[in-house]
């Protein structure tokens, strides 16, 4: 199931729960058939009309019904947000553990050859803590016995974003524009950081990725 089916799966039990008529009930199969991909415009034009509503637009609402749709909506993201994690544990070599997503930052992966390939990143304001600028990346593999290689001793902590006025740790493009978060709600601007990260590959002989292990993986933020 590709992002955009998993995305409408998802919302689609949210309508269900909003939609008048629908039986909280019935299975999750049922909520998917109720809300296909078809209508998936049409609810994210919704939620965009939401975000640009004025303020007083919830003053019809009681405190508890405002409640009931902000746990809804924070469910779904919730479920999405797992979705994406999950579509990446679920991937080549298994016996590698999860990396650990830095905090204020993220990853993008992929896998070449029996090895799995992480590119450490960091939001706008932070930087690494240890200087990585010929460190692009940290692998886990057949070669390194499914340990991931890593400046920390180990684990599968690979890079921790710390609050910089100056990134000047890595390169150039371990840093996201602005956050993780952006990129990861922009299709076409994650498409293109990985694409970013698979060409760098490809320029150190390291090519022929496969294509459902690629994903950006992002962080909590913290201030």
């Known amino acids: 199931m590709d ?3 998993q995305t409408a799966f998802v919302l689609g039990t949210v309508m269900c729960t909003l939609v008048p008529g629908v039986d909280l009930t019935e299975e999750a199969d049922t909520c998917q058939t109720t809300f296909h991909e ?3 415009q049409n609810f994210s034009s919704m939620l965009k009309a939401l975000a ?3 303020g007083n637009f919830t003053e019809h609402l009681t405190v508890e019904e405002q409640s009931e749709f902000l746990g809804l909506l924070q469910n779904a993201a919730d479920q999405l947000k797992f979705l994406r994690v ?3 544990q679920n991937v080549h070599p298994k016996n590698c553990s999860f990396p650990q997503i830095p905090v204020n930052g993220g990853l993008i992966c992929m896998t070449h050859d029996k090895t799995r390939y992480c590119k450490p990143m960091c939001n706008q304001g932070y930087d690494f803590d240890f200087l990585r600028r010929t460190r692009l990346y940290e692998t886990c593999g057949e070669s390194n016995g499914y340990s991931w290689s890593t400046q ?3 684990g599968n902590r690979l890079a921790v974003c710390s ?3 100056t990134a000047v740790s890595g390169p150039a493009s371990a840093y996201f524009p602005r956050l ?3 990129a990861l ?4 601007e994650e498409r293109r950081l990985i694409s970013v990260f698979k060409e760098e590959l490809s320029q150190l002989g390291i090519d022929k990725v496969k294509t459902k292990t690629k994903c950006l993986l992002c962080g909590d933020r913290h201030i």
């Not at 709600?185 to 076409?188: D, K, V």
Request: overall charge positive; aromatic content about 12%; charged content about 15%.
């Open 163 to 165: 609050a910089s006025s």
């Open 86 to 88: 999950k579509a990446c």
């Open 38 to 40: 078809g209508n998936h």
């Open 152 to 154: 920390y001793i180990g």
């Open 185 to 188: 709600y922009n299709y076409t």
């Open 3 to 5: 992002h955009r089916l």
């Open 180 to 182: 993780c978060q952006d």
């Open 52 to 54: 640009k509503c004025p």
